[in-house]
């Protein structure tokens, strides 16, 4: 079992960044894939970015490449997700998530990750 826990979310201005923590309890954390997902009332969540186990393999939506970064100190059993250059569409509840199940590559399907946090609000002004 892992449990999450996010935090780092808040309120900013466009053009600005923020940086979510997952903390994760639990041994396998270190062995888990893990994502970032994001979800605003009436949509279906969004892939944001994921990264496996060993954080040797990352990938990406293609609304936030190049100004989003995911990262994973399994030392510390902490996940992170650096935001850049936020855009007001940005704005959204962000959740990280972590897979029991072994992938050899980074999936972006929500269904496929078993744990998951309680979310956190990141909201961008213009």
């Known amino acids: 079992q892992v449990q999450l826990v996010e935090s780092g979310g808040g309120l900013v201005q466009a053009g600005g960044s923020l940086k979510l923590s997952c903390a994760a309890s639990g041994r396998t954390f270190s062995s888990s894939n893990m994502g970032w997902f994001r979800q605003v009332p009436g949509k279906e969540r969004e892939f944001v970015a994921g990264?496996?186990?060993?954080?040797?393999?990352?990938r990406y939506g293609d609304s936030v490449k190049g100004r989003f970064t995911i990262s994973k100190d399994n030392a510390k059993n902490t996940g992170y997700l650096q935001m850049n250059s936020l855009k007001v569409e940005d704005t959204a509840v962000y959740y990280c998530?972590?897979?029991?199940?072994?992938?050899?590559?980074?999936?972006?399907?929500?269904?496929?990750?078993?744990?998951w946090g309680q979310g956190t609000q990141v909201t961008v002004s213009s």
């Open positions: 998530a972590a897979q029991s199940r072994y992938f050899n590559y980074v999936t972006t399907t929500a269904s496929t990750y078993d744990y």
């Open positions: 990264i496996r186990w060993s954080g040797g393999s990352t």
